[in-house]
């Protein structure tokens, strides 16, 4: 999901902020007693992971709840445009809801297009690769 007050970041393909924007995106992880689903919401400007959310489950509750926390960090003026994935989670009524509330713009990444939400597969990649892929 990316937020900005400046049109959408990742259809323009600017992945770059001059003010703090957000992406965020949601995945799964195959761990040695199931799936870890992670939700996680990154400040393209500072490419900090500003709010995060972990389940057993992909819910909408997972990215609302990530949503809810970067919210709550970073305050997002209202007509900030919110830019997700297509995924069942983003598309919720629970989700879109919530983005309602906030004042927030909801914006949707074209069909199997992996660059939309470039910044933040670039982290979750390396996030499996350091955290979850390792025999310890």
Partial sequence: MNF???GNLAEKRQFRADAPNRLCDITQHR??????CCAAVIDAYSRRIVGWSIS???TAEIVVDALEMARW????EPGTVV????????TSWLFGH???QAGLLGSMGRVA???DNALIES???TMQRELLDRDV
């Fill in 4 to 6: 900005s007050n400046k």
């Fill in 31 to 36: 761990a040695r007693d199931g799936w870890v």
């Fill in 56 to 58: 057993d489950r992909i």
């Fill in 73 to 76: 960090r970073r305050r997002p």
């Fill in 83 to 90: 830019h997700a994935d297509r995924g069942a989670q983003y």
């Fill in 98 to 100: 919530r983005l309602h």
């Fill in 113 to 115: 297009s992996s660059v």
């Fill in 123 to 125: 982290f979750w990649s």
